[in-house]
């Protein structure tokens, strides 16, 4: 039987794509090789750098890349307790609910996804990485091995920090891989938090707060406020308090 670090070699293989060949995107085909290899349903890839400044790197699919982002609009979640504490965390359904009901609630509406199991995968030169795993069935969940799990994480890890050291940097600063499409999207976040505070005359969390309660109102994520507030589509000065908005409806 082929070792755990031999059917993530031959799954990043097989899910390597022209298009996808460039430093930018190698998250992506690892996410691509976790999900492949631990037969779930769709896997992404995060770091955090802070309390607030968790990143996200690449997914499996567009729609676990919009779980991320659903996430990130709720504040909380399974992805933002593992790298919160370094523990694995699973969330059947009931759990997320109970848990996480905001987040729940968004990932219930927007995609297939009704479990999700998130582990620290270690320090990469970035900051704590986690990797999010995601399921269609809650009932599979039990089925994972967790030993896998967590040594396809370790490869993930090792295969980022790899990079890091061999391949070209970024002019950005730091490796590839740090700037994507997704993190790019994410760090328009953190521009647009700087003008809600600026034009508010609030702190930075403050405004970040701000940005996620305009988002539950609206239906959107954080990201794509924050890409309206950036472009200027989208006034400041215009955006409510959470104190000043009625309570977000439920469903």
């Known amino acids: 039987m082929s070792s755990i670090a031999e059917r993530f070699r031959v799954a990043l293989e097989d899910v390597r794509e022209p298009r996808l060949a460039v430093p930018e995107l190698l998250p992506v085909q690892l996410a691509r090789a976790c999900a492949r290899t631990l037969g779930v349903d769709a896997a992404g890839l995060s770091v955090t750098a802070g309390e607030e400044g968790r990143a996200p790197l690449g997914a499996s699919s567009a729609t676990a890349d919009l779980a991320e982002r659903l996430q990130f609009t709720a504040g909380d979640g399974p992805c933002t307790s593992a790298h919160r504490d370094q523990e694995p965390v699973f969330a059947a359904s009931a759990d997320l609910q109970r848990r996480w009901p905001a987040f729940a609630r968004l990932l219930a509406q927007h995609t297939p996804y009704r479990a999700v199991v998130a582990l620290p995968i270690g320090e990469t030169l970035a900051g704590p990485g986690a990797l999010d795993l995601f399921f269609t069935d809650e009932a599979a969940v039990p089925r994972l091995d967790v ?53 508010q005359d609030t702190t930075a969390p403050a405004a970040l707060d701000v940005l996620r309660a305009a988002a539950a109102r609206t239906g959107r994520t954080v990201d794509e406020l924050a890409g309206d507030v950036v472009a200027g589509r989208l006034d400041p000065t215009v955006l409510p308090a959470p104190d000043d908005l009625p309570p977000a409806p439920r469903g």
């Open 147 to 199: 030993f896998e799990a967590m040594a396809v994480g370790d490869l993930t890890c090792a295969a980022l920090g790899d990079a890091a050291v061999w391949a070209p940097w970024s002019p950005r600063g730091g490796p590839a891989w740090l700037h994507g499409p997704a993190a790019q999207r994410r760090a328009l976040v953190w521009t647009a938090i700087g003008r809600v505070a600026m034009a």
